[in-house]
């Protein structure tokens, strides 16, 4: 099993929609959670940041993360053209030790207007 | 708003070859890394950065690869010996003091080897 699932997509919705992205992961120690949004051939933009479970919303963004089922999500409300990008969950067990940040693969959006 | 900034953006190079990529992290930021997408595919660590030393590196960064802060502001991955397989776009990123696991990334360096 790999340490982080994310369904890579694509997935197409039409301008409006409410999306949800989704992540698993399998090592309990992790603690932050990430969601990064990455244009393509741009770096990765970090979008929502959360620490254990619970909600946090920003905006269009709310994520989500239930570490008893080791789950976390994104919505976007109202979803735009211009949210169309990969979207990169991320997490990490301990604080400023990036070497043990695991990525997930990506779920590649596209919002048709 | 600060930024991490990368040079260049795209470098094409000969197998065999050395090539160093080139980052200015934000300025107040202390720890720095290098990950590495090869097209299509995750995300990768190779490198981590703090207090003029290494602190982690992946299996990735063997030998071939060596960072440098050469001066208060740059931040460098030279890669030796370059590799087809080497092709990928690095970013670099940085981490400030007490901000938990929020790093920032450069656009990335587009590298293809040939």
């Known amino acids: 099993q790999k340490e982080v699932e994310q369904d890579p997509g694509p997935l197409s919705v039409p301008e409006g929609a409410i999306v949800s992205l989704n992540c698993t992961y399998s090592?309990?120690?992790?603690?932050?959670f990430m969601w990064y949004r990455q244009y393509s051939r741009k770096g990765p933009e970090l979008l929502m940041y959360?620490?254990?479970?619970g909600n946090k919303e920003d905006g269009r963004f709310t994520a989500q993360v239930d570490k008893s089922s080791k789950y976390i999500s994104l919505f976007i409300r109202d979803s735009q053209p211009s949210d169309s990008a990969t979207y990169l969950c991320?997490?990490?067990?301990?604080?400023?030790?990036?070497?043990?940040?695991?990525f997930g693969a990506g779920t590649r959006l596209t919002v048709k207007p | 708003e600060p930024e991490v900034t990368q040079t260049p953006s795209h470098q094409v190079t000969q197998m065999g070859q050395e090539v160093i990529l080139r980052c200015v992290p934000i300025?107040?930021?202390?720890?720095f890394y290098w990950y590495r997408q090869i097209l299509g595919q995750k995300v990768e660590f190779l490198v981590s950065?703090?207090?003029?030393?290494?602190?982690?590196k992946s299996e990735i960064f063997d030998d071939q690869f060596s960072v440098e802060r050469p001066d208060g502001s740059n931040f460098t991955l030279k890669i030796r010996s370059t590799k087809l397989e080497d092709s990928a776009m690095y970013f670099c990123?940085?981490?400030?003091?007490?901000?938990?696991?929020?790093?920032?990334f450069g656009e990335g360096s587009w590298l293809t080897v040939v």
């Open positions: 950065f703090y207090n003029n030393e290494i602190s982690e």
């Open positions: 990123a940085s981490g400030g003091q007490g901000s938990g696991n929020t790093i920032y």
């Open positions: 959360t620490y254990s479970s």
């Open positions: 090592n309990s120690a992790f603690q932050y």
């Open positions: 300025s107040n930021h202390l720890y």
């Open positions: 991320a997490m990490s067990g301990v604080p400023n030790n990036n070497n043990d940040m695991r």
